[in-house]
């Protein structure tokens, strides 16, 4: 069973460009989340895909956005890149189901920084 | 999700149980309660969830107070790899996983040789 994994392991960008971050799912999870790790603080939910749409989101602006592929596959994508974006972006893969017992696997993240 | 609240840090001996507390006490009936950890440059590894019994895994045990206001996580024997961030989140029942994880600031676990 191959685990969540995450591309690139780092990245440096300069302030108002743009960036793909990529994940690969869990093998058999049909649901990706992205998260936001700033330095010291803990993980913010950044939105959620289930087969191909988004199906909640945190509190990011519309500069946040993604993609999910029909292999369950994902893509977070920010535009404008300001210099507070700077963080770890971790992705987690889970298979949804009904009820608070869904259990999310997470990737090791792509540290950012935008200079 | 409802509000936890759990120390900032703590400290044990290798090999000596640990016992991580955390309150919620604004827990509703229907709200799961989660606990995940990160280690030093890792994401978030999962370790237990429960509902209103106690449970156990390989990894840990979760004792749930009778009153689900507040709830403890225990690691039997902590070696060194458990030094890490303990986080304790609830998920509600009805809601599925479309709000994501709500994480807090968590317990930083110190584990001394």
């Known amino acids: 069973e191959t685990g969540v994994t995450q591309s690139p392991t780092h990245l440096i960008k300069t302030r108002g460009q743009q960036v793909t971050l990529r994940c690969s799912s869990q093998?058999?999870?049909?649901?990706v989340s992205w998260y936001q790790q700033a330095l010291g603080q803990g993980p913010q939910f950044i939105f959620q895909y289930y087969r191909e749409e988004e199906n909640g989101r945190g509190n990011f602006p519309p500069r946040f956005s993604g993609l999910q592929f029909p292999n369950y596959s994902s893509e977070l994508n920010v535009n404008a890149l300001e210099l507070d974006d700077s963080a770890l972006y971790l992705c987690?893969?889970?298979?949804?189901?009904?009820?608070?017992?869904?259990?999310?696997?997470f990737g090791p993240g792509t540290r950012l920084l935008v200079l | 999700d409802a509000k936890t609240t759990q120390p900032n840090s703590m400290e044990s001996n290798e090999e000596e149980p640990v016992h991580l507390p955390c309150n919620h006490s604004t827990i509703s009936g229907t709200d799961y309660i989660h606990w995940y950890r990160q280690l030093p440059s890792q994401g978030p590894e999962y370790v237990i969830h429960?509902?209103?019994s106690n449970v156990n895994n390989r990894m840990a045990s979760l004792a749930i107070a009778e009153d689900r206001k507040s709830s403890t996580l225990i690691l039997h024997r902590a070696t060194l790899r458990d030094a890490a961030v303990y986080y304790c989140?609830?998920?509600?029942?009805?809601?599925?996983?479309?709000?994501?994880?709500?994480f807090g600031k968590g317990t930083h676990l110190i584990i001394q040789p």
């Open positions: 093998s058999g999870h049909n649901t």
């Open positions: 987690a893969s889970s298979l949804e189901v009904a009820g608070g017992s869904e259990t999310q696997y």
């Open positions: 989140i609830l998920r509600l029942y009805s809601g599925g996983g479309a709000d994501g994880l709500t």
């Open positions: 429960g509902l209103t």
